[in-house]
């Protein structure tokens, strides 16, 4: 697909794209604060990290919990981050000001590690991670 064939014509040389996700996507508000009322209910210690729209996706809000375990939604502007914090009861922070935490790099290794291992068990092997001349 060539890049003029992702738009279509508007009239006076003007185009839309034809693509629905990214900055213009239309975002379920209602899905989002069920999913991230259920997450904050469910986990302790949660706190969110308000990430700045890209060329591809509107800002969006990560919800982290006190293990690393994590959950990204699209929210829409930075204030709508904000006020959705407030309405669930959670601490916020800019990324771009804080980073984001080091448990939730932990819980990314580790759920990895995880995956890894359960994978070699589904297929018979003892331990993923042994090297193979080690066997």
Same mark, same amino acid.
């Given at each position: 697909m060539g890049w003029f064939s992702r738009t279509k014509s508007r009239?006076?040389?003007?185009t839309a794209p034809l693509?629905?996700?990214?900055?213009?996507?239309?975002?379920?508000?209602?899905?989002?604060?069920?999913?991230?009322?259920?997450?904050?209910?469910?986990?302790?210690?949660?706190?969110a990290y308000v990430e700045p729209a890209t060329s591809v996706t509107t800002t969006t809000? #990560?919800?982290i919990a006190w293990d690393g375990e994590w959950t990204r939604r699209a929210?829409?502007?930075?204030?709508?981050?904000?006020q959705l914090?407030?309405?669930?009861? #959670?601490?916020a922070y800019d990324v771009n000001q804080t980073g984001y935490p080091n448990r939730m790099r932990e819980y990314?290794?580790?759920?990895?590690?995880?995956?890894?291992r359960a994978q070699a068990r589904a297929q018979g092997r003892d331990n993923p991670l042994r090297r193979r001349n080690e066997a």
């Amino acid at each position: 697909m060539g890049w003029f064939s992702r738009t279509k014509s508007r009239g006076l040389g003007r185009t839309a794209p034809l693509r629905s996700d990214g900055p213009q996507m239309e975002i379920d508000r209602k899905a989002v604060v069920e999913h991230f009322r259920e997450f904050v209910d469910t986990r302790e210690g949660v706190e969110a990290y308000v990430e700045p729209a890209t060329s591809v996706t509107t800002t969006t809000v #990560v919800l982290i919990a006190w293990d690393g375990e994590w959950t990204r939604r699209a929210v829409g502007t930075p204030q709508d981050a904000f006020q959705l914090s407030k309405k669930l009861g #959670v601490p916020a922070y800019d990324v771009n000001q804080t980073g984001y935490p080091n448990r939730m790099r932990e819980y990314n290794s580790r759920k990895r590690r995880d995956d890894q291992r359960a994978q070699a068990r589904a297929q018979g092997r003892d331990n993923p991670l042994r090297r193979r001349n080690e066997a």
